[in-house]
């Protein structure tokens, strides 16, 4: 290393040995910026758009409604399920949609209930079908019937025969004293319709009840109607199907 000092008469030239730069064999290595084609970068940027998409989703998932049916008061077995028995709701449902009666697809025909569904209550696919094994009949009750006795309500219709000789229907012998005891003719009929007249429920009058029997006790029900005596529906622990 050279070094010149001037004055006002000499130039004078100084020479400086500097000493040798260490040499470990390292080699410095430059930085740089990331580009865009460096693969961290990429999946990073891969990795907040699926984040973002996800979460959108997520949200107008919770907040889509789908239109299903309910129904529009109470329907009983064997009662076809129309347009005009139902009404439409929307719901946020995530799972299980396709077990209850979409709003938004084609109303099958021919279609009836299986069992008793509430007023407002989803009409469910397996509670359907396009027949029924229960028969509607008209009963004439005298002597009032329970408050418990309602449409949807599930009894049981019992035959309580005149006092005299001869047996009940059903094959149950009279008594001892000439008479007859009661016979259970049906059990779990439902309450299809109650028509009473005034004071019908707490004094004695008559009542007509639309029940449906199942079809294998509907002779037991229609044989009882021609016998002489009376009928009486006992309310199933106050169950409603």
């Known amino acids: 290393m050279t070094f010149t000092a001037l004055g006002p008469h ?3 030239n100084y020479m400086i040995d500097a000493p040798p730069a260490p040499n470990d064999g390292r080699v410095a290595v430059r930085l740089r910026p990331p580009g865009w084609r460096d693969p961290r970068l990429l999946a ?34 064997g009662e076809p399920v129309t347009r005009a028995a139902l009404r439409v709701v929307d719901v946020r449902m995530s799972a299980g949609l396709d077990r209850y009666l979409r709003a938004d697809e084609e109303l099958p025909s021919g279609l009836v209930a299986q069992r008793v569904v509430a007023d407002g ?3 469910s696919r397996s509670g359907l079908g396009d027949r029924s094994t229960m028969r509607s009949v008209t009963l004439p009750i005298s002597g009032g019937v329970s408050e418990r006795i309602r449409p949807g309500a599930v009894a049981d219709l019992w035959f309580v025969p005149d ?20 016979d259970t003719l049906a059990e ?16 004695a009058g008559t009542t007509t009840l639309h029940v449906l029997v199942e079809q294998d006790a509907l002779p037991r029900v229609l044989g009882a109607l021609a016998e002489p005596g009376s009928l009486a529906v006992v309310p199933v622990g106050g169950a409603v199907r």
């Open 163 to 182: 006092g005299g000789p001869g047996a009940a229907p059903g094959g149950t012998r009279g008594t001892s004293s000439g008479g007859s005891e009661p």
């Open 121 to 123: 209550e989803l009409v």
């Open 188 to 203: 779990d009929v439902v309450i299809e319709q109650v028509e009473v007249p005034d004071g019908a429920l707490v004094v």
């Open 10 to 12: 000499t130039e004078r």
């Open 44 to 77: 990073g940027i891969v990795l907040v758009a699926i984040s973002v998409a996800l979460g959108s989703w997520l949200v107008a998932s919770a907040g889509r409604t789908v239109p299903v049916f309910v129904a529009d008061g109470a329907l009983t077995p």
